[in-house]
């Protein structure tokens, strides 16, 4: 006689030993976090707590910011700075947007065109305009001398010893007479001198300036190329038929474009206008001109664009020029002006209020497009952010350090949120929901700089100066639910913690059973062996998550989860 048996109900442990950070979906990878602050992945696979940061101060609400050679440039109001020091008074009000480009020796603040050498201390204007209520104007020489002895004449004079002055033709001709044509020739080109007192001033030989006021001289009226200049004027190309004073409004104008986002590359500046949907560069080597049309590989570029809305950024990456807009990217190839192409991707742009988010990391540009966080290497964008999981951001800021990308957004309800991804290992981590303005990295170092004004030095690998380890804000990190994966009846026995914790550290370990509410489990402190194995026995459960909440240094290795698993009927 045979009794029935009763199957005995099999017990499994599983076992984590990478924690691959934040994941904030509904069903997050096992080691994932659904939810945390102040974690950070630099030791992975093992998890710890965020690098400190350290104040450095107030720096009086800094906003745009420029790292040249391991000096910080940065403006607050109307005022430049190098460090701690003002260098410079800004035109425009201190409301305005502004970008600090470095190239060469010099440190640029645009839009206001102000320009710091940083190799000699020398502030300059990239923008020259200049007015005088009468001029003279003299026709010249290349070397200045004016021409005193010609003849004015619409027919050829009979004394061949003057030049003449043919007013017969249309523009007029300076001409002299050639012994061996037995003719009348043209001068070459001829020059006229436009002088008042200061009307040269911040003006170079072979700049382009625009004149304008010169009635009865619609020639001399536009753009023109400068070939000499000194404080009382300046001399361009035209002919005249005798000198004389102008009276009026005379200007002379060095032209700075209208730009929104300004970048570096070869020697040019480049920038993109949204008023008139135009791409420029200026002069090579020359950020002060940038309608210099001489018919050389040194010119000004300037070209309108097909693509409808605005530009939402510009960056260099690889040798390129990027301009971007929310639906699309605009790669500039070429050398000079004569081979300058536009090549437009229709695909994922920059999120428009998010242009401080192009940051490269080790060879590849990172940016906010307006729906995720995105990658580019130079084919089309690949998204990184699945891990953020089904939440909105906007006005994104972001910055480098260690190999890391780090980003501030906002969410639809204007709350902050600072995340960190890992380049190499993929991983995302949720750090604080302080509001950061910027991001600049010097000397290797990483600062963010506060909303209140503050700037704090990041130090990602979790490790002070003196080589102590620890973050004194407090961190948690909350799991997804765990158990969910198994469709048999099953039940959750408990789990078990490696965690080193050294003295002054605590953590507390809470748990969550079928959803309900959270509820203490353990707290342990910190010893001196600072290794701890940590069992947390838990109710009888379908699912669970885990909340690991605490103040100080730790270290989380693995965890192994006891589970008792039955047949298909619950």
């Not at 204007?125 to 619409?154: E, P, R």
């Not at 800021?397 to 949120?417: D, F, L, P, S």
Request: charged letters at 20%.
């Amino acid at each position: 006689m045979y009794l029935p048996g009763l199957k005995s109900v099999s017990k499994t442990t599983d076992s984590v030993v990478r924690w691959l950070g934040y994941n904030h979906n509904d069903a997050p990878a096992e080691g994932s976090f659904y939810d945390c602050q102040n974690i950070s992945t630099a030791l992975y696979p093992v998890l710890t707590v965020r690098g400190r940061r350290a104040s450095q101060g107030t720096s009086g609400f800094m906003k745009a910011t420029c790292v040249r050679d391991g000096v910080l440039y940065w403006t607050q109001g109307v005022e430049l700075y190098r460090e701690n020091t003002k260098i410079a008074s800004l035109p425009l009000a201190g409301s305005v947007q502004r970008q600090i480009i470095a190239m060469g020796a010099w440190v640029i603040v645009f839009p206001d065109g102000v320009r710091y050498n940083a190799e000699d201390g020398t502030v300059d204007t990239l923008g020259v305009k200049n007015t005088a209520a009468s001029v003279q104007v003299t026709l010249c020489k290349y070397d200045k001398t004016a021409y005193t002895d010609y003849v004015v004449s619409g027919t050829a004079p009979e004394d061949t010893a003057k030049l003449w002055l043919d007013t017969g033709e249309t523009p007029h001709v300076l001409k002299m007479y050639s012994t061996s044509a037995k003719d009348w020739v043209s001068v070459g080109t001829t020059y006229v001198r436009i002088t008042a007192t200061g009307l040269g001033k911040g003006v170079a030989l072979y700049d382009t300036v625009k004149v304008s006021g010169l009635t009865g001289y619609d020639d001399l009226n536009g753009d023109m190329i400068v070939y000499a200049a000194d404080d009382d004027g300046i001399m361009v190309a035209g002919i005249i038929d005798a000198a004389a004073t102008v009276t009026g409004t005379i200007t002379v104008e060095r032209e700075l474009p209208e730009l929104d986002y300004i970048t570096e590359c070869n020697n040019r500046l480049w920038g993109c206008s949204n008023k008139t949907n135009e791409l420029r560069a200026c002069k090579l080597g020359d950020p002060a001109n940038w309608t210099s049309y001489m018919g050389l590989n040194t010119d000004s570029y300037a070209v309108t664009v097909g693509a409808p809305g605005r530009f939402t950024g510009a960056v260099t990456f690889l040798g390129y020029v990027l301009f971007f807009k929310e639906d699309c990217l605009l790669k500039l190839f070429g050398t000079k002006p004569s081979n300058y192409q536009i090549s437009q991707t229709n695909c994922r742009g920059v999120q428009q209020g998010s242009e401080k988010s192009l940051v490269i990391v080790n060879e590849t540009l990172y940016y906010k497009s307006p729906v995720d966080v995105v990658s580019y290497d130079g084919g089309l964008p690949s998204s990184i952010s699945e891990a953020l999981g089904n939440v909105a951001y906007k006005n994104a800021v972001a910055g480098c350090v260690g190999g890391k990308y780090y980003i501030h957004m906002q969410t639809a309800a204007g709350e902050n949120r600072v995340f960190c991804y890992d380049v190499e290992h993929g991983l995302w981590s949720r750090e604080d929901d302080v509001q950061i303005t910027a991001f600049y990295s010097k000397n290797g170092d990483g600062y963010m700089v506060m909303e209140n004004g503050s700037v704090l030095k990041m130090e990602p690998d979790g490790t002070t100066p003196d080589g102590r380890e620890g973050l004194s804000e407090r961190w948690w990190a909350e799991t997804g639910m765990i158990g969910i994966g198994e469709l048999n009846a099953k039940y959750l026995n408990r789990f078990q913690l490696r965690v080193w914790l050294p003295e002054g550290s605590t953590m507390t370990v809470k748990v969550r059973y079928d959803d309900g509410d959270w509820i203490t489990a353990k707290t342990v402190r910190g010893g001196r062996n600072a290794s701890l194995l940590v069992p947390v026995v838990l109710r009888r459960c379908d699912h669970a998550a885990l909340r690991l909440e605490g103040e100080g240094v730790f270290k989380l290795f693995n965890m192994n989860k006891v589970m008792q698993v039955g047949g298909a009927v619950k």
